[in-house]
């Protein structure tokens, strides 16, 4: 399942600036139904004038999503269930606390204080 989020901001002056989190499109690679719709619409955007941002942070939505799971962000100034909520508001697989993506360094060094 593909998430996109698209916020419009008016820049004044009749002026809009069309931003999303989506990637940009690239020749060849493949989308999803979801990421397809939300590229022709950036496209009409695009060509009735618009600024088209392609930049997570530029959605302030998502920017403070990312900001709380970000560990030099937010991401220890709030609990786990917050950072939970904000991974699937962001359309990621919320795993358990130990299924993280870590090194077990125990492992690694097979450290024998330490049962594997």
């Known amino acids: 399942m593909s998430n996109v989020t ?3 901001v008016d820049l004044g002056g009749g002026n809009v600036s069309v ?3 989506a990637d940009r499109p690239v020749v060849g690679r493949g989308v999803t ?3 397809a719709l939300a590229m022709e619409f950036l496209g009409t955007a695009f060509r009735r004038g618009a600024e088209v941002r392609y ?3 530029s959605v302030p939505t998502i920017a403070l999503a990312l ?3 970000d ?3 937010l991401g220890h100034a709030v ?3 917050v950072r939970a909520r904000a991974s699937r508001a962001l359309g990621r697989e919320v795993g358990t ?3 993280g993506k870590g090194m077990n360094i125990y492992r690694v060094h097979r450290t024998p204080t330490r049962p594997v």
Do not use: V, Y
């Open 55 to 57: 930049d997570a942070q």
């Open 97 to 99: 606390p130990s299924s």
């Open 67 to 69: 900001d709380l799971l």
């Open 71 to 73: 560990a030099d962000g």
């Open 6 to 8: 698209i916020t419009f």
């Open 33 to 35: 139904p979801a990421e």
């Open 19 to 21: 931003r999303t989190d």
């Open 79 to 81: 609990p786990g269930e």
